[in-house]
T-cell receptor
Framework: GAGVSQSPSNKVTEKGKDVELRCDPISGHTALYWYRQSLGQGLEFLIYFQGNSAPDKSGLPSDRFSAERTGGSVSTLTIQRTQQEDSAVYLC?????????????FGPGTRLLVL | DQQVKQNSPSLSVQEGRISILNCDYTNSMFDYFLWYKKYPAEGPTFLISISSIKDKNEDGRFTVFLNKSAKHLSLHIVPSQPGDSAVYFCAAPRSGGYQKVTFGIGTKLQVIP
């Protein structure tokens, strides 16, 4: 596609439920990133993919968070047993993965509200 | 450990004047810096970048200055326009052999007509 797309754009869920957030990166981009931005906070790195592997999961806040990427393209971020503090905008970005391709292109985000 | 710091959470500037957004970093290994702009309800978009081999990069109304000895960079917007009102993030790739980028917490710029 022309840009990074994310779905759903908004998600309201009840505490304790599981949610899945989807990211479609720019075609051909091998690097994919998940961030979140809580209210009044900056961008918090969650996880990075190069191809289908995730060399850096250091940003995942707890074991309730997991992510996968299949076919070197679409990625899914799963939050199990959601808590109210998980409410945030979850942003996905992709980059070419090549030297000099540091620029990340962001999707519009998924706004998650946990009641 | 916040390696990229934006100490001003907000800034208000009159239309037509210069906007200066500041960013400090602590990791001397950073060699590339980016500025992103974010409107409400949208993802950040790339604005301008600078390599550590330069001390200035200009793109239209936007200029980024890098002072390596002070570990400081700044984004200048001249003249400021109301459409520039957004949150601006400073970012730097982190060490580790891949393109993991550390972002500052952002500065909210308001350009007053």
């Amino acid at each position: 596609g022309a840009g990074v797309s994310q779905s759903p754009s908004n998600k309201v869920t009840e505490k304790g439920k599981d949610v899945e957030l989807r990211c479609d990166p720019i075609s051909g981009h091998t690097a994919l990133y998940w961030y979140r931005q809580s209210l009044g906070q900056g961008l918090e790195f969650l996880i990075y993919f190069q191809g289908n592997s995730a060399p850096d999961k250091s940003g995942l806040p707890s074991d309730r968070f997991s992510a996968e990427r299949t076919g070197g393209s679409v990625s899914t971020l799963t939050i199990q047993r959601t808590q109210q503090e998980d409410s945030a905008v979850y942003l996905c970005a992709s980059s070419s993965g090549l030297a000099g391709g540091e620029t990340q292109y962001f999707g519009p985000g998924t706004r998650l509200l946990v009641l | 450990d916040q390696q990229v710091k934006q100490n001003s959470p907000s800034l208000s500037v009159q239309e037509g004047r210069i906007s200066i957004l500041n960013c400090d970093y602590t990791n001397s290994m950073f060699d590339y810096f980016l500025w992103y702009k974010k409107y409400p309800a949208e993802g950040p978009t790339f604005l301008i970048s600078i390599s550590s081999i330069k001390d200035k990069n200009e793109d239209g109304r936007f200029t980024v200055f890098l002072n390596k000895s002070a570990k400081h960079l700044s984004l200048h917007i001249v003249p400021s326009q109301p459409g520039d009102s957004a949150v601006y993030f400073c970012a730097a790739p982190r060490s580790g052999g891949y393109q993991k980028v550390t972002f500052g917490i952002g500065t909210k710029l308001q350009v007053i007509p």
